[in-house]
């Protein structure tokens, strides 16, 4: 069970990979076409009839360039089927490493790890069916196929039982709620990362830089994203970044509730301002600051898309620095 479980999770790293790279040849295909068209735009002209003509022969074009095919539509299929079997073998490998251990696989750094990148990987499937967000896919895409590798090389340890504090019902009820509200926000976090980036890219494209030449290397990196042009305008992003956001506000809200809960059942009080606990306080006073800044203060854009990213960054150090190098009783990450 065990080499079943380590060997799909490898598996859905390679397709994780292969799709990261697939959607990044679409977008550049699409970024590609769109900057073509825009070239081109200015100095279209009609085609010229000869008189008498039939009215026919002016469209008789337009059935060929309606067929011609999508760019980068062979890398997008591609890019699906890797990122959906992987998806498959990823939750093979979280199910068959709970089996193995007996129990739900939540209960060490690395089960942490592989359901949490599998959550985010869920997330961006499901907003998928609903709108095309394949633009933030080679993010969602390569932070899967890290988080998995880094899960098998770095925090792999043999299953065991549970911890006593952990052996409880609250278990099956808090954890996935927080892992699913943490894929939420990653997702929502990589729409406002690279909102921030079309800002930059416009600012740049329109700010006339003087001096250092090919010195100013930041100026020229964010020049070269030709890619971004493939991605929906920063008006777009931001809804989409602020309906995620609100319901994974919803789902942490939750969390931190039934974690006081579990709190007062496993050691007798709700609240101790355990770092893993302040924390996720903190988190949620980010969000809540976010939606409250943005339905009541009016901010949008480059301040809202901050302080949105700083949630998820809270996030990855509640993840990494306050498990691995923070002592507390909910130090659960058995590397110790």
């Known amino acids: 069970m065990t080499d079943l479980s380590v060997m799909a999770l490898w598996t859905a790293a390679t397709l994780y990979a292969i799709a990261m790279v697939a959607y990044s040849v679409r977008l550049a295909r699409v970024a590609e076409a769109r900057l073509a068209e825009r070239q081109a735009a ?18 008789a074009d337009a059935p060929a360039a309606s067929a011609a095919p999508r760019p980068g539509a062979r890398a997008l299929g ?28 939540w209960s060490s750094m690395y089960e942490f790890t592989i359901t949490g990148s ?29 988080a998995v590798v880094s899960g098998l090389r770095v925090f792999y340890r043999d299953a065991v039982g549970l911890q006593p504090a952990l052996d409880s019902y609250w278990l099956v009820i ?22 921030l980036m079309r800002y930059s890219r416009a600012r740049d494209l329109t700010v006339r830089r003087r001096g250092f030449g090919w010195l100013n290397l930041p100026h ?7 890619w971004i042009e493939a991605t929906p305008k920063t008006g777009a992003l ?38 893993k606990e302040v924390w996720s306080f903190v988190i949620w006073i980010l969000y809540a600051a976010y939606l409250h800044a943005r339905t009541t203060q009016g901010w949008a854009g480059r301040r809202a898309a901050w302080l949105a990213v700083s949630g998820l960054i809270a996030i990855i150090l509640n993840f990494t620095v306050v498990n691995l190098y923070v002592q507390g009783l909910h130090s659960y990450s058995g590397l110790k």
């Open 42 to 59: 200015p100095v279209a002209e009609p085609a010229l009839v000869p008189a008498g003509a039939p009215a026919e022969a002016a469209s």
């Open 174 to 195: 808090h954890v996935p709620i927080a892992t699913i509200a943490s894929g939420i926000f990653a997702v929502s976090g990589s729409v406002s990362a690279l909102q």
């Open 220 to 226: 020229r990196a964010v020049k070269s994203w030709r």
């Open 118 to 146: 599998m959550m985010a990987v869920g997330v961006f499937m499901l907003v998928q069916r609903r709108r095309d967000v394949t633009y933030i896919a080679p993010a969602v895409a390569g932070f899967a196929a890290f």
């Open 238 to 275: 931001e809804s989409l970044a602020f309906r995620l956001n609100a319901i994974g506000f919803v789902l942490w809200t939750f969390t931190v509730m039934s974690g006081a809960m579990w709190a007062e059942h496993a050691w007798g009080r709700y609240w101790g301002w355990d770092p």
């Open 78 to 105: 591609i890019g699906r089927a890797a990122m959906l079997v992987g998806l498959a073998l990823h939750l093979v490998g979280v199910v068959t490493r709970g089996v193995d251990a007996g129990h739900p696989p």
